[in-house]
Protein backbone atom coordinates (compact mmCIF):
# COMPACT_ATOMS: atom_id res chain seq x y z
CA UNK A 1 0.00 0.00 0.00
CA UNK A 2 1.30 3.52 -0.72
CA UNK A 3 2.20 5.40 2.23
CA UNK A 4 0.23 8.00 1.42
CA UNK A 5 -2.64 6.43 1.93
CA UNK A 6 -1.32 4.71 5.38
CA UNK A 7 -1.16 8.08 6.40
CA UNK A 8 -4.28 9.52 5.47
CA UNK A 9 -5.70 6.11 7.32
CA UNK A 10 -3.94 6.76 9.83
CA UNK A 11 -4.64 10.51 10.30
CA UNK A 12 -8.62 10.10 9.53
CA UNK A 13 -8.05 7.27 12.42
CA UNK A 14 -7.09 9.55 14.71
CA UNK A 15 -9.52 12.38 14.00
CA UNK A 16 -12.66 9.59 13.79
CA UNK A 17 -11.06 8.98 17.66
CA UNK A 18 -11.23 12.15 18.54
CA UNK A 19 -14.34 13.21 17.05
CA UNK A 20 -16.04 9.81 19.10
CA UNK A 21 -14.87 11.03 22.35
CA UNK A 22 -16.18 14.52 22.24
CA UNK A 23 -19.75 14.19 20.60
CA UNK A 24 -19.79 11.27 23.35
CA UNK A 25 -19.30 14.15 25.92
CA UNK A 26 -21.12 16.42 24.04
CA UNK A 27 -23.99 13.93 24.47
CA UNK A 28 -23.33 12.85 28.35
CA UNK A 29 -23.17 16.76 29.22
CA UNK A 30 -26.03 17.91 26.41
CA UNK A 31 -28.44 19.22 29.88
CA UNK A 32 -25.33 21.35 31.47
CA UNK A 33 -25.00 24.25 28.81
CA UNK A 34 -21.89 26.35 30.42
CA UNK A 35 -20.07 22.71 29.74
CA UNK A 36 -21.28 21.48 26.21
CA UNK A 37 -20.65 24.99 24.73
CA UNK A 38 -17.13 24.66 26.35
CA UNK A 39 -16.67 21.09 25.12
CA UNK A 40 -18.00 22.92 21.15
CA UNK A 41 -15.50 25.43 21.34
CA UNK A 42 -12.89 22.55 22.07
CA UNK A 43 -14.65 20.29 19.30
CA UNK A 44 -14.41 23.98 17.49
CA UNK A 45 -10.29 24.62 17.93
CA UNK A 46 -9.50 21.21 17.99
CA UNK A 47 -10.85 21.41 13.97
CA UNK A 48 -8.90 24.78 13.78
CA UNK A 49 -5.54 23.02 14.51
CA UNK A 50 -6.42 19.88 11.94
CA UNK A 51 -6.71 22.05 9.43
CA UNK A 52 -3.98 24.00 9.66
CA UNK A 53 -1.18 22.40 11.45
CA UNK A 54 1.24 20.10 10.46
CA UNK A 55 0.16 17.04 11.61
CA UNK A 56 1.52 14.62 8.51
CA UNK A 57 5.12 13.80 8.22
CA UNK A 58 6.13 13.03 5.05
CA UNK A 59 9.76 11.71 6.52
CA UNK A 60 8.01 9.02 8.66
CA UNK A 61 5.96 5.61 6.94
CA UNK A 62 5.19 2.72 8.84
CA UNK A 63 6.68 1.61 12.39
CA UNK A 64 7.93 -2.29 12.77
CA UNK A 65 5.71 -4.62 13.26
CA UNK A 66 7.24 -6.14 16.60
CA UNK A 67 5.49 -2.88 17.98
CA UNK A 68 2.09 -5.28 17.79
CA UNK A 69 4.36 -7.62 20.41
CA UNK A 70 5.76 -4.85 22.61
CA UNK A 71 1.70 -2.87 22.88
CA UNK A 72 0.45 -6.68 23.57
CA UNK A 73 3.23 -7.08 26.02
CA UNK A 74 2.43 -3.35 27.99
CA UNK A 75 -1.39 -4.42 28.20
CA UNK A 76 -0.90 -7.92 29.42
CA UNK A 77 2.07 -6.65 31.62
CA UNK A 78 -0.01 -3.76 32.97
CA UNK A 79 -3.74 -5.46 33.56
CA UNK A 80 -1.71 -8.13 35.77
CA UNK A 81 0.02 -6.03 37.80
CA UNK A 82 -3.32 -4.16 38.34
CA UNK A 83 -5.56 -6.64 38.94
CA UNK A 84 -3.26 -9.34 40.76
CA UNK A 85 -0.93 -6.88 43.14
CA UNK A 86 -4.10 -4.52 43.96
CA UNK A 87 -1.87 -1.37 42.66
CA UNK A 88 -4.48 0.34 40.92
CA UNK A 89 -3.61 1.38 37.47
CA UNK A 90 -1.63 4.54 37.61
CA UNK A 91 1.07 2.94 40.05
CA UNK A 92 0.97 -0.38 37.45
CA UNK A 93 1.49 1.89 34.26
CA UNK A 94 4.18 3.78 35.95
CA UNK A 95 6.14 0.75 37.14
CA UNK A 96 5.72 -0.77 33.89
CA UNK A 97 6.48 2.21 31.64
CA UNK A 98 9.65 3.20 33.59
CA UNK A 99 11.02 -0.15 33.46
CA UNK A 100 9.95 -0.14 29.96
CA UNK A 101 11.84 3.40 29.54
CA UNK A 102 15.40 1.81 30.47
CA UNK A 103 15.21 -1.41 27.91
CA UNK A 104 17.47 0.65 24.98
CA UNK A 105 19.79 1.13 27.65
CA UNK A 106 20.52 -2.27 27.05
CA UNK A 107 21.87 -2.11 24.01
CA UNK A 108 21.56 1.79 22.27
CA UNK A 109 22.62 0.27 18.65
CA UNK A 110 19.68 -1.87 18.57
CA UNK A 111 16.66 -0.63 16.29
CA UNK A 112 14.14 -3.13 18.06
CA UNK A 113 14.90 -1.84 21.46
CA UNK A 114 14.83 1.77 21.19
CA UNK A 115 11.01 0.94 19.62
CA UNK A 116 10.34 -0.69 23.31
CA UNK A 117 9.19 2.07 25.24
CA UNK A 118 6.65 4.02 23.23
CA UNK A 119 5.38 0.52 22.71
CA UNK A 120 4.90 -0.71 25.75
CA UNK A 121 3.82 2.34 27.44
CA UNK A 122 1.21 2.77 25.00
CA UNK A 123 0.28 -1.09 25.77
CA UNK A 124 0.11 0.24 29.39
CA UNK A 125 -2.61 2.39 27.97
CA UNK A 126 -4.98 -0.62 26.89
CA UNK A 127 -4.15 -2.13 30.69
CA UNK A 128 -5.55 0.41 32.15
CA UNK A 129 -9.18 -0.31 31.02
CA UNK A 130 -11.44 -0.92 33.88
CA UNK A 131 -12.86 -4.88 35.02
CA UNK A 132 -16.06 -3.60 33.48
CA UNK A 133 -14.81 -3.02 29.91
CA UNK A 134 -11.95 -5.25 30.10
CA UNK A 135 -13.11 -8.74 31.68
CA UNK A 136 -10.59 -10.98 30.46
CA UNK A 137 -7.26 -11.68 29.22
CA UNK A 138 -8.18 -12.01 25.87
CA UNK A 139 -9.76 -9.07 25.93
CA UNK A 140 -6.61 -7.67 26.65
CA UNK A 141 -4.89 -9.67 24.20
CA UNK A 142 -7.05 -8.66 21.13
CA UNK A 143 -6.99 -4.97 22.24
CA UNK A 144 -3.63 -5.12 22.22
CA UNK A 145 -2.65 -6.47 18.87
CA UNK A 146 -5.60 -4.19 17.35
CA UNK A 147 -4.13 -1.12 19.26
CA UNK A 148 -0.43 -2.48 18.05
CA UNK A 149 -1.72 -2.20 14.60
CA UNK A 150 -2.64 1.20 14.96
CA UNK A 151 0.45 2.31 15.91
CA UNK A 152 1.87 0.35 13.40
CA UNK A 153 0.16 2.28 10.78
CA UNK A 154 0.49 5.52 12.34
CA UNK A 155 3.89 6.21 12.40
CA UNK A 156 3.43 8.97 9.65
CA UNK A 157 1.29 11.10 11.40
CA UNK A 158 1.06 13.13 15.30
CA UNK A 159 4.46 12.87 15.46
CA UNK A 160 5.88 14.31 19.14
CA UNK A 161 2.12 14.84 19.81
CA UNK A 162 1.80 14.38 23.85
CA UNK A 163 -1.31 11.74 23.94
CA UNK A 164 -1.13 10.24 20.49
CA UNK A 165 -0.57 6.85 22.24
CA UNK A 166 -3.63 7.42 24.63
CA UNK A 167 -5.66 7.90 21.67
CA UNK A 168 -4.59 4.99 19.92
CA UNK A 169 -5.07 2.67 22.81
CA UNK A 170 -8.79 4.12 23.47
CA UNK A 171 -9.06 3.47 19.81
CA UNK A 172 -8.16 0.20 20.30
CA UNK A 173 -9.66 -1.07 23.80
CA UNK A 174 -13.04 0.86 22.21
CA UNK A 175 -13.09 -1.23 18.70
CA UNK A 176 -12.82 -4.74 20.55
CA UNK A 177 -15.88 -3.62 22.50
CA UNK A 178 -17.64 -2.40 19.72
CA UNK A 179 -16.27 -5.82 17.74
CA UNK A 180 -16.89 -8.23 20.75
CA UNK A 181 -20.32 -6.23 21.08
CA UNK A 182 -20.78 -6.97 17.26
CA UNK A 183 -20.48 -11.11 18.18
CA UNK A 184 -21.72 -11.91 21.83
CA UNK B 1 -15.92 20.67 47.29
CA UNK B 2 -14.72 23.69 45.35
CA UNK B 3 -10.94 23.71 46.80
CA UNK B 4 -10.90 19.70 45.81
CA UNK B 5 -12.08 20.78 42.15
CA UNK B 6 -8.89 23.29 42.43
CA UNK B 7 -6.47 21.19 43.87
CA UNK B 8 -7.36 18.31 40.93
CA UNK B 9 -6.95 21.29 38.32
CA UNK B 10 -3.34 21.93 39.97
CA UNK B 11 -2.24 18.66 40.15
CA UNK B 12 -3.31 18.18 36.34
CA UNK B 13 -1.22 21.48 35.86
CA UNK B 14 1.90 19.95 37.46
CA UNK B 15 1.79 16.53 35.99
CA UNK B 16 2.07 18.06 32.89
CA UNK B 17 4.54 20.76 33.71
CA UNK B 18 6.26 18.61 35.20
CA UNK B 19 6.75 15.97 32.71
CA UNK B 20 7.23 18.57 30.42
CA UNK B 21 10.65 19.52 32.46
CA UNK B 22 11.91 16.21 33.16
CA UNK B 23 11.31 15.09 28.83
CA UNK B 24 12.85 18.39 27.47
CA UNK B 25 15.00 20.32 29.96
CA UNK B 26 16.36 16.85 31.80
CA UNK B 27 16.45 14.76 28.20
CA UNK B 28 15.08 11.66 29.90
CA UNK B 29 12.75 11.32 27.16
CA UNK B 30 9.05 11.17 27.02
CA UNK B 31 7.95 7.67 28.26
CA UNK B 32 10.48 7.93 31.39
CA UNK B 33 9.43 11.62 32.14
CA UNK B 34 5.38 10.35 32.28
CA UNK B 35 5.99 7.21 33.63
CA UNK B 36 8.62 7.72 36.50
CA UNK B 37 6.21 11.19 37.84
CA UNK B 38 3.38 8.66 37.43
CA UNK B 39 5.47 5.78 39.56
CA UNK B 40 6.02 8.83 42.24
CA UNK B 41 2.97 10.22 42.71
CA UNK B 42 0.90 6.89 41.95
CA UNK B 43 3.53 5.20 44.58
CA UNK B 44 3.09 7.67 47.34
CA UNK B 45 -0.87 7.87 47.84
CA UNK B 46 -0.19 3.66 47.19
CA UNK B 47 1.92 4.57 50.32
CA UNK B 48 -0.12 7.07 51.75
CA UNK B 49 -3.39 6.35 51.30
CA UNK B 50 -5.20 8.94 54.29
CA UNK B 51 -2.71 11.69 53.78
CA UNK B 52 -5.52 13.09 52.07
CA UNK B 53 -9.73 12.65 51.48
CA UNK B 54 -10.55 9.57 49.85
CA UNK B 55 -11.96 11.62 46.79
CA UNK B 56 -8.56 13.20 46.32
CA UNK B 57 -6.27 9.98 46.98
CA UNK B 58 -8.41 8.16 44.16
CA UNK B 59 -8.11 11.51 41.71
CA UNK B 60 -5.57 12.84 41.76
CA UNK B 61 -3.20 10.06 40.65
CA UNK B 62 -5.51 9.62 37.63
CA UNK B 63 -5.64 13.19 36.76
CA UNK B 64 -1.74 13.66 37.37
CA UNK B 65 -0.73 10.92 34.78
CA UNK B 66 -3.09 12.34 32.20
CA UNK B 67 -1.92 15.51 33.02
CA UNK B 68 1.92 13.94 32.41
CA UNK B 69 0.62 12.48 28.55
CA UNK B 70 0.31 16.41 27.80
CA UNK B 71 3.93 16.57 29.66
CA UNK B 72 5.32 14.35 26.51
CA UNK B 73 4.73 16.61 23.65
CA UNK B 74 8.06 17.50 21.95
CA UNK B 75 9.87 20.37 22.45
CA UNK B 76 9.39 21.04 18.70
CA UNK B 77 5.55 21.21 18.74
CA UNK B 78 5.08 23.67 22.15
CA UNK B 79 8.02 25.36 23.70
CA UNK B 80 5.91 27.72 25.65
CA UNK B 81 5.30 26.68 29.28
CA UNK B 82 2.08 28.88 29.23
CA UNK B 83 0.74 26.68 26.58
CA UNK B 84 1.43 23.67 28.76
CA UNK B 85 -0.27 25.10 31.42
CA UNK B 86 -3.19 26.29 29.28
CA UNK B 87 -3.30 22.11 28.42
CA UNK B 88 -3.03 21.34 31.77
CA UNK B 89 -6.44 23.20 32.50
CA UNK B 90 -8.17 21.95 29.51
CA UNK B 91 -7.21 18.68 30.56
CA UNK B 92 -8.27 19.05 34.01
CA UNK B 93 -11.91 20.53 32.72
CA UNK B 94 -12.56 17.12 30.57
CA UNK B 95 -11.47 15.01 33.72
CA UNK B 96 -13.27 17.09 36.75
CA UNK B 97 -17.14 17.23 34.02
CA UNK B 98 -16.38 13.88 32.60
CA UNK B 99 -14.74 11.65 34.79
CA UNK B 100 -17.37 8.87 34.84
CA UNK B 101 -15.99 8.57 30.94
CA UNK B 102 -12.59 7.62 32.57
CA UNK B 103 -13.88 5.03 34.89
CA UNK B 104 -13.88 2.37 32.02
CA UNK B 105 -11.94 3.12 28.60
CA UNK B 106 -8.00 2.73 28.54
CA UNK B 107 -6.25 5.45 26.42
CA UNK B 108 -9.12 8.02 27.18
CA UNK B 109 -7.32 10.24 29.76
CA UNK B 110 -4.53 9.87 26.64
CA UNK B 111 -7.35 11.23 24.18
CA UNK B 112 -8.64 14.12 26.43
CA UNK B 113 -4.56 14.76 26.59
CA UNK B 114 -4.66 15.18 22.98
CA UNK B 115 -7.37 17.15 22.45
CA UNK B 116 -5.80 19.60 25.01
CA UNK B 117 -3.38 20.28 22.89
CA UNK B 118 -4.70 20.18 19.37
CA UNK B 119 -7.20 22.46 21.33
CA UNK B 120 -4.08 24.78 22.36
CA UNK B 121 -1.62 24.40 19.27
CA UNK B 122 -5.03 26.50 17.83
CA UNK B 123 -4.62 29.63 19.44
CA UNK B 124 -0.91 30.51 18.14
CA UNK B 125 -2.98 29.28 14.64
CA UNK B 126 -5.90 32.07 15.48
CA UNK B 127 -4.02 34.48 17.03
CA UNK B 128 -1.12 34.77 14.47
CA UNK B 129 -0.70 38.46 12.52
CA UNK B 130 -1.68 37.91 8.98
CA UNK B 131 1.37 38.50 6.20
CA UNK B 132 1.33 41.87 5.17
CA UNK B 133 1.18 41.67 0.75
CA UNK B 134 2.36 44.05 -1.73
CA UNK B 135 -0.77 45.49 -2.27
CA UNK B 136 -1.06 46.99 1.16
CA UNK B 137 2.43 47.59 1.80
CA UNK B 138 1.65 50.26 -1.75
CA UNK B 139 -1.54 51.07 0.04
CA UNK B 140 0.40 52.26 3.26
CA UNK B 141 3.06 53.86 0.88
CA UNK B 142 0.48 56.29 -0.59
CA UNK B 143 -1.42 57.18 2.55
CA UNK B 144 2.34 58.49 4.05
CA UNK B 145 2.45 60.11 0.70
CA UNK B 146 -0.43 62.29 1.21
CA UNK B 147 0.31 63.30 4.85
Redesign the interface.
Known amino acids: MKPKIIRIISFSL?AF??LI??V??IL??KN?FP?SF?LIL?LF??T???Y??PLIHEEHFIEDFIAIVFVTLGAISTYSVTHYLK?????A??????M???IPTINRESRLFKLA??SI?CG???????H???PNYSFIII?GVI?GLFMVISKGV?????????????????FT?FLLFLLY | MFIEKLIIVCFGIIGALLTYIINTKLK?????A??????????FF?LFPSVLSEHLTNNI??V??GGS??????S??ISNYWLITFSGI?FS??YI??S??F?????????????????T???P??TKKRKVTNGILILRKLLYRKK
Open positions: IFHFLALEKAILFLTVTYKATGPVLAGIIGTASFPAYCFVGMSHDVAATFHGFGGKLGTIAFGGVAS | QGPVRSALSALLVGGYPVFIFIGMVSRIIFFNTDFNGYGGALGTAACISILALSIIL
